[in-house]
């Protein structure tokens, strides 16, 4: 990470030669990072403007062209990775671990949609209105312009991760990535340019506060944001009043349940669970409701594991857990704890900031006794803090677990696995892991991953991951006869004939 490295990361910024700057800092060590070009709204209407341009050429690019480019890209990722873990590391304080999580993720994204998107967007025959009669085909055409609002905490999954199936569907897209890890993104960007990708086609602005926000809104075709509720929302009134879609994935109070067979040191494993990127990651579990006759035993284990997790700040594999990354979060974390220890729950492990290891690390921290009137019970710490609870039945752990607006990730553990499967299906998220935290069902990328309720609307993954970027358009071919009654045949005695058809297809079993 020379000077002249990050220097020409932040020169692929759409911004004017006189931008203002905006710097960032480490969070392992709270020293100066980045020095960032600041997006003006010209800046953004200029980008979408050469966006629309490039889109036209890239649309019209064949999919196995644009297959290649994709599969290059995959192939950068692996063989540069070191750089894109030691970025993640400097701008999010995460550990190496972590950091090559993300890596994985987009490996495995590219080289998914590079070979489907041939056959999800390729025409598709449908049932016509009359038997043999009526040719009927569903066609998909690229959205357009797609503006990407991505945040900070997966710097590397959550830009190019949503990035690239709008790309591979013909859309081109302007992107703003979250300013304090707005360099791994611009990485990814300068390899998807290395692999080939035209230079207008995909572009990254940087705004100060919502400065950009009006102009990335009017500016696209479809919007995928991914952030707090509350923006959420209000971009999803904007996109209502444009008639545009939207993708959203906000925030989430994950549940875990641990049911009475399950095995508990396998459980008390999930310490990954909770405190993966210090408990910043939006699928990452906040609330442990454990079976009655194991309770005991499991908190046992799960706060020797939690105790016994390696905190620091290391650019290698050594370290467990590494730093919060912004002062915001570490308040937000802090006041959570103290407020809830100061209503008379009880700290199992952890409950302090740690300045001797960094500005902005804070320990993995488990608290019991958690009662609706402290804060974290049912708001989003979003940190290496979790509660638990106990349960005496299935029924009643499914009801806590779904005692929330939010519904994005889950986690179910016991041995028997229909069982275990069963009690998934009834908890309100829109992924749930069996004797797994969130990986699971995160890396099964051909099925589509989302929030219900305040955790947002849309997918990602899956073919509506690619889908959700295009307009899908039915053109029907009537040949030889249609709907009105032919020549000498009078409507009544049409109509007759009609019904005696539909008749004899609903026998034969026909669609």
């Not at 909770?274 to 079976?291: D, H, T």
């Not at 991953?449 to 053109?475: C, F, N, P």
């Not at 009537?478 to 709907?483: A, D, E, K, P």
Request: charged share 20%; glycine share 8%.
């Amino acid at each position: 990470m020379t000077p002249a490295r990050l220097a020409r990361l932040a020169a692929l910024v759409a911004a004017g030669a006189r931008a203002q700057r905006v710097a960032t800092t480490a969070p392992y060590t709270g020293v100066p990072l980045a020095d960032l070009p600041v997006s003006t709204p010209d800046d953004v209407e200029d980008a979408f403007a050469r966006a629309r341009t490039a889109q036209a050429h890239w649309a019209a690019t064949p999919v196995a062209d644009r297959k290649r480019i994709m599969l290059r890209f995959h192939d950068l990722v692996l063989q540069r990775q070191e750089e894109a873990l030691d970025l993640m590391q400097a701008e999010s304080g995460k550990t190496r671990r972590d950091a090559f999580l993300e890596v994985s993720d987009i490996a495995i994204t590219a080289r998914y949609y590079a070979r489907s998107a041939q056959r999800l967007l390729s025409p598709k025959r449908r049932k016509g209105a009359i038997p043999v009669l009526t040719h009927t085909t569903e066609l998909r055409h690229p959205k357009g312009v797609v503006t990407v609002i991505s945040p900070w905490n997966y710097p590397l999954s959550m830009a190019a991760g949503d990035a690239l199936p709008a790309l591979m569907a013909g859309n081109a897209v302007v992107q703003k990535p979250d300013t304090q890890t707005a360099l791994t993104a611009l990485w990814a960007l300068a390899l998807m340019r290395e692999a080939g990708l035209p230079t207008d086609v995909w572009q990254m602005v940087i705004g100060r506060g919502s400065s950009i926000g009006d102009a990335l809104m009017t500016g696209g075709d479809y919007m995928m944001f991914t952030g707090s509720t509350a923006s959420g929302r209000q971009i999803a009134r904007d996109a209502g009043e444009r008639l545009i879609g939207a993708s959203l994935e906000l925030g989430g109070k994950n549940a875990m349940v641990v049911l009475a067979d399950a095995d508990i040191e396998k459980a008390a494993g999930a310490v990954t669970a909770c405190f993966p990127s210090a408990g910043q990651l939006c699928v990452s579990i906040e609330r442990l409701y454990v079976a009655d006759e194991i309770h005991e035993a499991f908190v046992t284990a799960f706060v020797e594991r939690t105790r016994a997790m390696h905190l620091g700040a290391a650019y290698d594999f050594s370290v467990d857990m590494g730093s919060l990354t912004t002062p915001s979060q570490l308040e937000t974390v802090s006041s959570h704890v103290d407020d809830a220890v100061s209503k008379g729950a009880t700290l199992l492990a952890g409950g302090k900031a740690r300045p001797d290891l960094g500005p902005l690390f804070y320990e993995p921290t488990i608290l019991a006794d958690v009662t609706p009137e402290m804060r974290l019970f049912d708001h989003e710490t979003f940190g290496p803090v979790v509660s638990i609870y106990r349960h005496r039945s299935v029924d009643q752990a499914v009801a806590m677990a779904n005692t929330t607006p939010y519904g994005l990730n889950a986690s179910v553990w016991g041995r028997n696995g229909a069982q275990a499967r069963e009690v998934a299906g009834r908890l309100h998220a829109g992924t749930v892991n069996v004797n797994d935290s969130f990986a699971a069902a995160w890396g099964s990328i051909d099925a589509p991953m989302g929030g219900m309720g305040d955790s947002g609307l849309g997918r990602r993954h899956g073919a509506e991951g690619l889908l959700k970027y295009t307009e899908a358009q039915t053109v029907a071919h009537q040949r030889l006869q249609g709907f009105a009654p032919p020549r000498g045949i009078e409507h009544e005695q049409w109509v007759r004939i009609l019904t005696r058809a539909f008749k004899t297809l609903r026998a034969l079993g026909v669609r």
